[in-house]
């Protein structure tokens, strides 16, 4: 009996953080959504929408319950036989995480009544403009590192037309010092 309890729970756990992935993977992509009173009408504060908390560590997403949305708190152990039973890298969920917050994080600009939008679309303006400026700077890099693998190819054929011209002058050398010799030679006898 224990053993099937034991069981009951692994799978309760299972489900659960696969459910609470999930959950974080829609987030990720549609958004955050914002907190609801119990008529289901959208809360704000100060004209600024109320988003659902969301877990920021791997620690509050193994401790996130939540019974709207169907999750419950699950411990380290579980998460990590999740992970090898499923073959996940032990980074997913942190990295998801990370998305979460960013895709709040935009959420709360758009939604911003403040000049956050305008300072955004600068932001985005000036990112739009640096990346063109890296673009074609790597661009020239890759060209200036075709022309030094051309320019190293090219001194590598001078190197060798040269080394081949003075084997050829060295042995020139030697046959005009061989004349020279004999010539030597038959002054010194006449």
Not at 15 to 26: G, V
Not at 89 to 95: A, E, L, Q, T
Not at 124 to 151: F, P, Y
Request: a positive charge; proline letters at 2%; one cysteine or more.
């Amino acid at each position: 009996m224990r053993m099937m309890n034991m069981h009951h729970n692994v799978k309760k756990s299972h489900d659960s953080i696969k459910r609470k992935i999930d959950i974080l993977t829609e987030w990720s992509t549609k958004g955050v959504p914002v907190k609801t009173d119990s008529d289901g009408c959208m809360l704000s504060k100060n004209g600024e929408p109320v988003f659902i908390k969301i877990p920021e560590s791997l620690d509050k997403f193994l401790r996130w319950s939540d019974f709207s949305y169907g999750v419950k708190q699950t411990n380290q152990v579980a998460f990590t036989n999740y992970l090898s039973e499923k073959r996940e890298d032990g980074n997913f969920v942190p990295s998801l995480l990370r998305q979460v917050q960013q895709k709040l994080d935009a959420q709360k600009l758009d939604s911003s009544k403040s000049d956050l939008k305008s300072k955004l679309k600068e932001s985005r303006i000036l990112i739009n403009s640096q990346n063109t400026d890296i673009t074609r700077l790597m661009l020239e890099n890759k060209i200036l590192k075709e022309n030094l693998i051309a320019a190293n190819a090219e001194q590598g054929n001078v190197e060798l037309a040269a080394s081949i011209k003075l084997e050829a002058l060295a042995t020139e050398l030697t046959s005009v010092k061989e004349q020279l010799s004999r010539l030597r030679k038959l002054r010194a006898v006449e």
